[in-house]
């Protein structure tokens, strides 16, 4: 919805580019999960978001799930245990900020999981862009200061508090703010063949991404 989804973007975008182009970043990740073999995938709305808004931008065969009331923390740690409770050797969890994540470092978080241990990849940010668990802890959540890039070492704190080995299964990064944008459009550039629906967005743009000045809103208002 404007205003609740990439608002560090909405100056270089625009409003309604910026919807659109986060759309299109969770077709993108969905499509990418698809090519694991021996996963399912849901996709887990937040209370308030519109089913029927998510639809439009997932295939028909992608579950949709609730997170339920909370913190991110509380959510994230609501999701996972749901599946594991369901009978899954190991569930994660995939944020849609980030269209590139290669798959196979989200099968190696998983894979980890599996032989007991936590699984994740940290971002450039401070925060992480997947994690992946074979039992439930919410306790790896607690006290964590969300939106901030203070979140990944507070996980880290958790864990050792708690005895719980976190592998790192590499790194990547969350597509936030204009300079985030900008390595996003040059990785694009260099792959072709990678996430058609960012692309597309990216391509209708007019003006173009490169003659947008960093945040200043195309149509003349403040960022």
């Given amino acids: 919805m404007p205003g609740q989804v990439k608002t560090r973007l909405a100056g270089r975008l625009g409003s309604s ?7 299109a970043f969770l077709t993108d990740v969905v499509a990418a999960l698809q090519l694991l073999a021996n996963f399912d995938i849901r996709v887990a ?3 308030g978001d519109s089913r029927a808004r998510a639809r439009a931008f997932l295939p028909s065969a992608i579950a949709i799930v609730r997170q339920g009331p909370g913190n991110l923390g ?3 740690a609501r999701v996972i245990a749901a599946e594991l409770e369901a009978g899954a050797s190991a569930a994660g969890v995939v944020g849609s900020d980030h269209p590139t994540l290669p798959p196979d470092r989200v099968r190696r978080c998983l894979e980890t999981a599996r032989d007991g241990r936590i699984g994740w990849i940290p971002t450039d940010d401070g925060g992480f862009a997947a994690i992946a668990l074979s039992r439930p802890e919410p306790g790896l959540f607690a006290g964590v200061p969300w939106s901030t890039p203070g979140v990944a070492d507070a996980v880290r704190g958790n864990a050792r508090r708690l005895g719980l080995e976190l592998i790192e299964c590499g790194t990547w990064y ?20 990678c996430c058609p629906a960012t692309r597309a967005v990216l391509d209708a743009l007019d003006p173009p991404l490169q003659d947008r000045r960093q945040g200043t809103d195309p149509r003349g208002g403040g960022a």
């Fill in 17 to 23: 580019e910026t919807v659109a182009l986060a759309g």
């Fill in 174 to 193: 969350d597509v936030d703010t204009p300079d985030d944008l900008d390595r996003l459009a040059a990785e694009l550039a260099r792959n072709p063949n």
């Fill in 45 to 47: 709305l937040p209370d």
């Fill in 74 to 76: 509380d959510r994230l």
